[in-house]
Every structure is written in C-alpha cells, then in structure tokens.
C-alpha cells in the first residue's frame, strides 16, 4: 500500500502538534509493520516556520530510503523568496511536491501569488498536496479554483474535508479533473461514502503518520487497521491504498 499523507518529525519546531523524534530507519519500520511498502512525507517544521532548513531536513531523511519514501516540500507563499526555494526545493534538493497549509500559513488559495509557484511544481511534473477541511482558507472551493487555475498539476486534498467539509471536497474533487481526495483524518461513516462515490482513479489514503508521541506511530497503525471495519469492498480498498497512488506517482518518474 501507499500512505500520501506522512511527517517528519518536529526536530525544530515544538507545537501541539509536535510528536516523537525518530530517525528515518524507525520510520521505514514503522511502514513495514503496517504494511507501507511507499510513503510521500512532508516536513512538519515546516508548515509552522518556513526555512530552508527544513526542506534540506525533509530531503535529507527521505534520500535514506529513495525507494521507499516520497519528499514534498513546503514554503510559505507569502514570504518573499517562496518562489526561490520552491525551485531549489525541486531542483537541488530533489523532492517532487509541494504541500501547502494555507490554515497554518495564513494564506488564502486565491491569491494569484500562488500561480508562478504552481508553475515551478508544473515544470517539474510534480503534485501539490493541500490541507483542507478547517476554514476560513482550506476549504474545498478554495483549493478546487487554484486546481483549475493549473490543470496539468494534480492537487491533492489532504484531508479529505475532515468531520465537517466531507461532502464539499467530494463534490469539488469530482467535478475538477486534476482535483484528488486523501482520507486522512476522516471519519469512517465518511470515508466510506468517499469510497463509494468517489470518482474512479481519485481516491487516497493517508495515516498522517509522525505525529506521534511514539516512534511507532501506534495510532496510524491503527487507522490502517480500521480500514477493514469500513464496510467498503475489496475492489474500493485496491484502488484506494495502491492503484490509485501508483498511478499519481507514476508521473513523477516522467520529470
């Protein structure tokens, strides 16, 4: 299977969110022991104080296991030099995404000094993974109009809508073609229907592994484990956890 939504632990930013430091050997234990043979990670330090250093961090942790793990980088597009790191980020450091938080970064999906970054992430045939589901800027509609504004980037929504917005990133990812769905976070009754509903090809999974207070990441474990308990069908589960992100990620070997 393929977990899209990971972290690298907060080695320099201590937040509430803030969880176990673990190396990336740890890491690939914990994806063996729940059955993770891929994983995209994002850096944590990252979304609450943009640096270089925590991209270069990120790059560093996943080029220990280049077959196994997946880096997406981060800058707050709001900071002047974004569009700089954002290059570097793709070009000298060699990871193929972008994850955004636009709740945390304080940052609104519309601005149009999103549209020369998105270009960067084009240029270099990468994927945009966006949180959603917490307004008053990660709303569905909100990442759904950049997704259209550059349709040869695939987007991802992180959350899949979370409790509340379910429905609203449903609705948006199939209705916008390069617009995918990530149940991470979410809860079963909805990931279900996600399942069910869900355009063909669209569907993700995600743990949001690194978050935890153990370097077992013991509660994505669990959500892998509670997968089984969503009444969904075996075809549902397939391309969820490995077709679907095959083919996401297959565009990264084409850059």
């Keep these: 299977m393929i977990d899209f939504h990971t972290h690298t632990p907060a080695w320099e930013t201590a937040t509430w969110l ?5 190396g990336a050997t740890e890491f690939v234990e914990f994806m063996d022991i729940a059955g993770i043979d891929r994983a995209v990670v994002l850096s944590h330090d990252g979304l609450f104080n943009s640096t270089p250093q925590a991209n270069e961090a990120l790059a560093a942790f996943v080029a220990e296991y280049p077959d196994r793990l997946i ?5 707050n597009p709001r900071r002047p030099e974004a ?3 954002t290059k570097r980020s793709f070009a000298e ?3 193929r995404g972008l994850k955004l ?3 945390l970064q304080g940052f609104s999906p519309h601005e149009t000094s999103l549209d020369p970054i998105m270009e960067v992430v084009a240029e270099h045939s990468g994927i945009l993974l966006c949180h959603d589901g917490t307004p008053p800027y990660s709303t569905a509609g909100q990442i759904a109009a950049l997704a259209r504004r550059h349709p040869t980037v695939p987007v991802v929504l992180g959350h899949a809508g979370l409790h509340d917005l379910w429905r609203e990133s449903l609705a948006y990812t199939n209705e916008t073609e390069n617009l995918y769905i990530c149940i991470c976070g979410t809860p079963p009754y ?3 229907e996600i399942c069910r509903r869900g355009a063909p090809g669209k569907v993700l999974f995600g743990t949001d592994a690194g978050l935890s207070d153990k370097a077992s990441q013991d509660y ?5 484990l509670e997968i089984d308990h969503w009444g969904i069908t075996a075809e549902q589960k397939q391309a969820m956890l490995i077709d679907n992100p095959a083919a996401l990620l297959e ?3 084409r850059s």
């Design 18 to 22: 803030g969880g176990a430091t673990f």
């Design 83 to 85: 569009l700089a790191e």
């Design 101 to 103: 938080h636009p709740w």
């Design 220 to 224: 994505a474990q669990a959500r892998v």
């Design 71 to 75: 880096g997406f980088g981060s800058y």
């Design 190 to 192: 909805a990931a279900r």
């Design 251 to 253: 565009r990264l070997t």
């Design 93 to 95: 450091l060699g990871l």
